[in-house]
T-cell receptor
Framework: SQKIEQNSEALNIQEGKTATLTCNYT??????LQWYRQDPGRGPVFLLL?????KEKRKERLKVTFDTTLKQSLFHITASQPADSATYLC??????????????FGQGTELSVKP | GAGVSQSPSNKVTEKGKDVELRCDPI?????LYWYRQRLGQGLEFLIY????????KSGLPSDRFSAERTGESVSTLTIQRTQQEDSAVYLC??????????????FGPGTRLTVL
């Protein structure tokens, strides 16, 4: 069955540094992968999507890479700020692009940015 | 509406009782999803609606769980004869389908269910 893993331990970094979160998956070939942010007591909020034929995607201070050979995505936050502290979830999309369907979520990595 | 809304925000019930959780998706969103999130865990898929049909119910954990959707609008998740292991946050999401859609899912705030 499909399996998706994120760093289970919380990531603590200093303000201004780059945070790097990892998402690994097995037994699946998603058409795309998404990253979400979740704050305590709230639902996840969509951040970025990267397609299987894309290597890298950027949005402001965020960068996502996608290596379908390694079956891994890396999520970077540059110049991190305390307001970036949250749990970040990666999610695998269906195997067919532009179709609906369930997302397979990782368990999330908690990021804490200290001032 | 402006976003996905869910009600109630909190529900405390006794073991064996039935509960109904409601989701109002964003207007015009064809797809609707229910997920469950246990404390400290990721999201566990329950069911997906496209319009008012459910092409994927594979995540419903038992026949005590059922869901329905009226048109492309409100959805209700029903849990019968609740058990303590049903305690979790139940999240609803909606998305646009079709050409160019990214299946970006917009989540509601969730319903926190506690079964005593």
């Amino acid at each position: 069955s499909q399996k998706i893993e994120q760093n289970s331990e919380a990531l603590n970094i200093q303000e201004g540094k780059t945070a790097t979160l990892t998402c690994n998956y097995t037994n699946y070939s998603p058409a795309y992968l998404q990253w979400y942010r979740q704050d305590p007591g709230r639902g996840p909020v969509f951040l970025l999507l990267i397609r299987e034929n894309e290597k890298e995607k950027r949005k402001e201070r965020l960068k996502v890479t996608f290596d379908t050979t390694l079956k891994q995505s890396l999520f970077h936050i540059t110049a991190s700020q305390p307001a970036d502290s949250a749990t970040y979830l990666c999610a695998l999309g269906p195997m067919i692009y532009n179709q609906g369907g369930k997302l397979i979520f990782g368990q999330g990595t908690e990021l804490s940015v200290k001032p | 509406g402006a976003g996905v809304s869910q009600s109630p925000s909190n529900k405390v019930t006794e073991k064996g009782k039935d509960v109904e959780l409601r989701c109002d998706p964003i207007s015009g969103h064809t797809a609707l999803y229910w997920y469950r999130q246990r404390l400290g865990q990721g999201l566990e898929f329950l069911i997906y609606f496209q319009g008012n049909s459910a092409p994927d119910k594979s995540g419903l954990p038992s026949d005590r769980f059922s869901a329905e959707r009226t048109g492309e609008s409100v959805s209700t998740l029903t849990i019968q004869r609740t058990q303590q292991e049903d305690s979790a946050v139940y999240l609803c999401a909606s998305s646009i389908l079709g050409a160019g859609a990214l299946n970006e899912q917009f989540f509601g705030p969730g319903t926190r269910l506690t079964v005593l």
